[in-house]
């Protein structure tokens, strides 16, 4: 592969991630931090590291992430499926064992919206019969 980097783009709920794969020795700096210091809790880097492992990559490619918007669940969820779609660009081999673990199917569930007359989306205030 050139020295240019593969870009692509991952989304889930508000947040979006701008990925920047590179060949490397497999570290993943999100937002100009380690991976293991930006998010709080070892499931959202688990969430992350899967379709690294899914494909066997660990220690290949050196990811550079810009991740904005939402909370860090949303966050890793992106952040996740924008290093599945730069994986599938630079290793189109490596695309058929994504498909499978749903890592480029974008999650398009989004937080419905809040409706008149009741504290949130679904929830109604408590019946008072009398």
């Excluded at 990811?63 to 918007?69: D, I, P, S, Y």
């Excluded at 569930?109 to 019969?129: C, D």
């Amino acid at each position: 592969m050139a020295d240019n980097p593969v870009m692509s783009t991952g989304r889930r709920k508000t947040a979006v991630a701008k990925v920047s794969l590179k060949s490397g020795d497999g570290k993943i700096f999100v937002n100009g931090k380690p991976v293991e210091e930006y998010f709080p809790t070892q499931n959202d880097v688990m969430i992350i590291n899967q379709p690294i492992e899914a494909t066997d990559n660990k220690g290949k490619w050196d990811f550079r992430v810009v991740v904005t918007g939402g909370g860090t669940s949303g966050q890793a969820g992106a952040v996740r499926h924008g290093i599945a779609r730069a994986l599938s660009q630079a290793d189109p081999e490596s695309k058929k064992a994504l498909r499978k673990g749903g890592y480029l199917t974008r999650d398009s569930r989004m937080v419905e919206r809040k409706k008149s007359g009741r504290p949130k989306a679904r929830k109604r205030f408590q019946f008072s019969k009398r």
